[in-house]
């Protein structure tokens, strides 16, 4: 007997609201906070129509004030809530940096697990829609490198949705990343009700034998297009859809890079201690033995992200991935 699941296509904006109200109704635990979440439906319009559907008390506006609504949601989940919080830009998160490292990453480890934080921080991230200064960081390293946190990066509507509600679920806190370049920019089938997606684990959503590809969020779509026109030059590249950056699947990357002995791993942020330099670490404390060439990088700049005139300049794009692709095939 066959069970038909029934789908909704969404766009990756539309299927964050369907996880959100998905688990408010599932759990009366849940709530929603932050800035314009509540009658405006959030500056994405990802919370749109939550609090006319859950109340004030459950989907929360807050002050201006990124420090104070993060540590309120920390208390609020080490007393047996599971808030979700909303930062506008991942750049906003900065005055709420010294709550999240100091006290959500550390609280398992400083009460001897006697504790923990099961909130998720929503944060929009990445250039590309002409968004200024400040709007459009790419900083997701600053929360890779510390234990405690898990950091996640869906490049889909159907990922969305699955490690949204993973996400909540986490009994530690998760840095939850939205490339805003992807939340409208195509629409998926997106099953309804409940399901989940393992956190922790990635995607391959290519296979090929010549090159290995990394990729997360917004740039999964640049390394697919590159990935298309080098298969018309007959260079078979395996991509993969990182989806977590903490902790990584290294089992996934390990396989791949094995097996293809090059790679190319594109990264929308600053090449300075971005991932993709631990992606290379492990290349290289896994893979050496296995490796024909050095490893690629395509990256954004060493500068702030510029102005909206000169972004295109800044971001990697498929022509640039491209050229790394041939550079590792023929080295």
């Known amino acids: 007997m066959t069970t038909t699941v029934k789908t909704n296509t969404l766009t990756l904006v539309r299927a964050v609201t369907d996880a959100l109200r998905t688990m408010l109704r599932e759990r009366e635990d849940v709530l929603v906070l932050g800035e314009d979440v509540g009658k405006n439906g959030g500056v994405f319009r990802a919370t749109d129509g939550l609090q006319a559907e859950f109340g004030e008390d459950r989907v929360i506006d807050t002050p201006l004030s990124e420090a104070g609504f993060t540590g309120a949601a920390i208390g609020m989940a080490v007393n047996g809530l599971r808030p979700v919080v909303e930062i506008q830009f991942l750049g906003f998160i900065y005055p709420a940096y010294e709550q999240i490292m100091t006290h959500a990453a550390r609280i398992r480890s400083r009460t001897l697990g006697r504790f923990t934080v099961p909130m998720v921080i929503r944060a929009p991230y990445g250039a590309g829609v002409r968004a200024p200064e400040i709007h459009s960081d790419s900083t997701e390293a600053l929360f890779t490198h510390m234990p405690g946190m898990k950091v996640v990066c869906p490049s889909t509507p159907y990922d ?8 909540i679920e986490d009994p530690d806190p998760v840095l939850f990343l939205e490339p805003m370049r992807c939340y409208r920019s195509f629409r998926e089938e997106v099953p309804e009700g409940k399901y989940t997606i393992e956190i922790g684990k990635g995607k391959r959503i290519r ?15 640049i390394a697919m297009k ?16 990182l989806r977590t950056l903490y902790p990584l699947d290294r089992e996934l990357i390990v396989e791949s890079v094995q097996k293809t002995g090059r790679t190319v791993i594109v990264q ?12 290379i670490a492990l290349i290289n404390d896994e893979c050496f033995l296995y490796q024909k060439a050095p490893v690629e990088r395509v990256t954004g700049f060493d500068v702030p992200v510029p102005f909206f005139s000169l972004e295109d300049y800044y971001l990697p794009t498929p022509e640039r991935v491209l050229h790394a692709m041939e550079k590792a095939v023929t080295f």
Request: proline share 2%.
């Open 160 to 167: 969305a949705k699955g490690l949204l509600i993973a996400a």
């Open 207 to 221: 296979e090929g034998e010549d090159v290995t590809v990394i990729a997360w969020g917004a740039m999964v779509p």
């Open 226 to 241: 590159a990935a298309e026109e080098a298969a018309k030059k007959g260079i078979a590249a395996d991509v993969i859809d």
């Open 268 to 279: 929308e942020a600053h090449a300075t201690g971005g991932v993709a330099n631990d992606l």
